[in-house]
Nanobody
Framework: QVQLVESGGGLVQAGGSLRLSCVVSRGTFSRYQMGWFRQAPGKERNFVAGISWIGTTTNYSNSVKGRFTISRDNTKNTLYLQMNNLKLDDTAVYYC????????????????WGQGTQVTVSS
């Protein structure tokens, strides 16, 4: 069973930055499309960013484009999300996910999920 563990969340002021990490174990990391999703209280889980197996293709939701950067290091089995210029609306639990469909943005296209890490942006 593939395992994903997120870290790097926390409390940050609006305009600040955070870097999330997701370490993948018990699977061949380089074979997976990876994605970040987020879920705010009372809302659905939404796509944030995705990256292809070797990192040549990325895609982002419109709400984070230009502020967030997704990347991966296949030698470390680790996925990253650099978040800059954070806004109050970015407050959510952030999840990393692994799947096999390139450029997938639907949550049901991802097979494996982490437990999530909380990001809270304050004014």
């Amino acid at each position: 069973q593939v395992q994903l563990v997120e870290s790097g969340g926390g409390l940050v002021q609006a305009g600040g930055s955070l870097r999330l990490s997701c370490v993948v174990s018990r699977g061949t990391f380089s074979r997976y499309q990876m994605g970040w999703f987020r879920q705010a209280p009372g809302k659905e889980r939404n796509f944030v960013a995705g990256i292809s197996w070797i990192g040549t293709t990325t895609n982002y939701s419109n709400s984070v484009k230009g502020r967030f950067t997704i990347s991966r290091d296949n030698t470390k089995n680790t996925l990253y999300l650099q978040m800059n210029n954070l806004k109050l609306d970015d407050t959510a639990v952030y999840y990393c996910a692994a799947g096999r469909l390139i450029n997938a943005i639907r949550s049901d296209a991802y097979e494996y999920w982490g437990q999530g890490t909380q990001v809270t942006v304050s004014s």
